[in-house]
T-cell receptor, first 114, second 108 residues
Framework: GAGVSQTPSNKVTEKGKYVELRCDPI?????LYWYRQSLGQGPEFLIY????????DSGLPNDRFFAVRPEGSVSTLKIQRTERGDSAVYLC????????????FGPGTRLTVT | SQQGEEDPQALSIQEGENATMNCSYK?????LQWYRQNSGRGLVHLIL?????REKHSGRLRVTLDTSKKSSSLLITASRAADTASYFC????????FGAGTRLTVKP
């Protein structure tokens, strides 16, 4: 079956611009997660959705980052006024239910801020 | 912030040998998971061990958990070139915290 998909696979933007990254989770998965991964590091938790609501956004680094999941399926991570330090691979994952279960990861979006 | 810390940072072995990776964490946990990441398949879940379990097996993988020492180990037996990847431990229920990973290279 279809796994988690993310678009675009690569995004290059200029400092100060706004970007949107999209995640399409596995159908029927109620929980959705965003992480970002810098080179040589493990994924860093950003935010988690249960259904349409953000259940835990404690990992968002600052208020330039925002994510939505309006219909409880597709999610969009939005970054305003991008900075060079935002450059990373942004990973999305989903799981059937929230809790200590296996998370299925997408291939990621590589964001480069020039 | 990262919770787990893997050791060693890098490991290089010959095909057929066993590989052992360790993970230490700081706070009490409900469960610990191991994931593998390579360029071809992205991040893939390997195994989940709950805090009341001491050992778990899945194929050629064996995971142990010692909550008194706040540590876990992942053993891959009879390694193959296809096992070449980075291996991460992660703790947490929904807000998973990953370590920096162990980069395993299996030479054919």
């Amino acid at each position: 079956g279809a796994g988690v998909s993310q678009t675009p696979s690569n995004k290059v933007t200029e400092k100060g611009k706004y970007v949107e990254l999209r995640c399409d989770p596995i159908s029927g998965h109620t929980a959705l997660y965003w992480y970002r991964q810098s080179l040589g590091q493990g994924p860093e938790f950003l935010i988690y959705f249960q259904g349409t609501g953000a259940a835990d956004d404690s990992g968002l680094p600052n208020d330039r980052f925002f994510a939505v999941r309006p219909e409880g399926s597709v999610s969009t991570l939005k970054i305003q006024r991008t900075e060079r330090g935002d450059s990373a691979v942004y990973l999305c994952a989903s799981s059937l239910n929230p809790g200590p279960y296996e998370q299925y990861f997408g291939p990621g979006t590589r964001l480069t801020v020039t | 912030s990262q919770q787990g810390e893997e050791d060693p940072q890098a490991l290089s072995i010959q095909e057929g040998e066993n590989a052992t990776m360790n993970c230490s964490y700081k706070t009490s946990i409900n469960n610990l998971q191991w994931y593998r990441q390579n360029s071809g398949r992205g991040l893939v879940h390997l195994i989940l061990i709950r805090s009341n379990e001491r050992e778990k097996h899945s194929g050629r993988l064996r995971v142990t958990l010692d909550t008194s020492k706040k540590s876990s180990s992942l053993l891959i037996t009879a390694s193959r070139a296809a096992d070449t990847a980075s291996y991460f431990c992660a703790t947490g229920i929904n807000d998973m915290r990953f370590g920096a990973g162990t980069r395993l290279t299996v030479k054919p």
